[in-house]
């Protein structure tokens, strides 16, 4: 792997990706959110034409698991079409009522 800001761009997305689909499910609607807002925010601050990433499309001829690429495909469609925060309420749990 080369250094390029393509590369770099992909890094993060894969790392963001993970984050979302690996790590996430079951945190509480609060904290979805607040992965949400974060990743929305890196994106958009750090690399606006994250879309258009020759590197992230799923034919690219790269040495990572289509299943990763998969992810970051899906996440960056989320993104882009703000669902990630109804995507990320669903993956999260539900709040449990104390009382």
Do not use: H, W
């Amino acid at each position: 792997i080369s250094n390029s800001p393509e590369f770099c761009e992909l890094f993060v997305l894969r790392i963001l990706s993970t984050c979302f689909f690996q790590l996430a499910p079951g945190a509480s609607k609060d904290k979805m959110k607040e992965l949400c807002d974060y990743i929305i925010r890196i994106l958009d601050t750090y690399f606006p034409q994250y879309y258009k990433n020759r590197k992230a499309r799923l034919t690219a001829p790269l040495d990572i698991p289509l299943v990763q690429k998969a992810a970051v495909k899906i996440l960056i469609l989320l993104v882009r079409t703000r669902a990630i925060y109804p995507v990320g309420r669903l993956m999260s749990r539900r709040q449990r009522r104390r009382g």
